[in-house]
């Protein structure tokens, strides 16, 4: 038995993503895009995935390329997260132009987020997307807190105190 669409959309509403975009350059060009799902998939060896829409030019490009750079945007960055979402191709087509970032040779590394690049490693399809591997080659960590989203909105991360006011987590 499988659970209905809308109600899987529902639920999964309620969970908190960070925001991230994912960058690619090379033979094929350059590309970016927002995307909400990522996560580390090994320490040994470092290794994340995300999952980009199959018919997507980011996920053509990537796969193409053979690299990707995935940027966790930091709290104060969610106009970069909408200007590489898609919305606004229409008035700017080139959403890299006027921001600031530095080159890798897996993609764009974001001014302010903590970046991942790496080479694709694996590449399955599910469904309506493409589940990307990378192989970590190299991280910037910017020491940001980051961007998250949730219930169609971009939230912000703040670390919950236990009853003494210290951290829960150190």
Not at 3 to 9: E, G, L, P, Q
Not at 24 to 45: E, Y
Not at 91 to 109: H, K, L, N, W, Y
Request: proline share 5%; aromatic share 6%; glycine share 8%.
């Amino acid at each position: 038995m499988t659970v209905s669409r809308d109600m899987f959309i529902s639920a999964m509403r309620q969970v908190a993503s960070s925001v991230t975009i994912v960058t690619t350059d090379g033979s094929a060009g350059r590309a970016g895009a927002t995307v909400s799902a990522f996560t580390s998939l090994s320490a040994d060896p470092p290794s994340v995935l995300v999952c980009l829409r199959s018919d997507s030019r980011i996920a053509r490009t990537v796969a193409a390329n053979g690299a990707f750079s995935v940027n966790v945007l930091p709290e104060d960055a969610s106009h970069l997260a909408q200007k590489f979402s898609g919305m606004f191709d229409h008035a700017q087509r080139d959403p890299f132009q006027g921001i600031e970032m530095s080159e890798a040779p897996s993609g764009a590394v974001l001014a302010g987020a903590t970046s991942f690049n790496c080479t694709v490693e694996q590449t399955m399809t599910h469904g309506t997307h493409s589940v990307v591997v990378g192989s970590v080659s190299t991280v910037s960590e910017a020491g940001m807190r980051p961007l998250a989203y949730m219930a169609g909105a971009y939230h912000v991360v703040r670390p919950q105190n236990d009853p003494t006011g210290e951290p829960q987590c150190q």
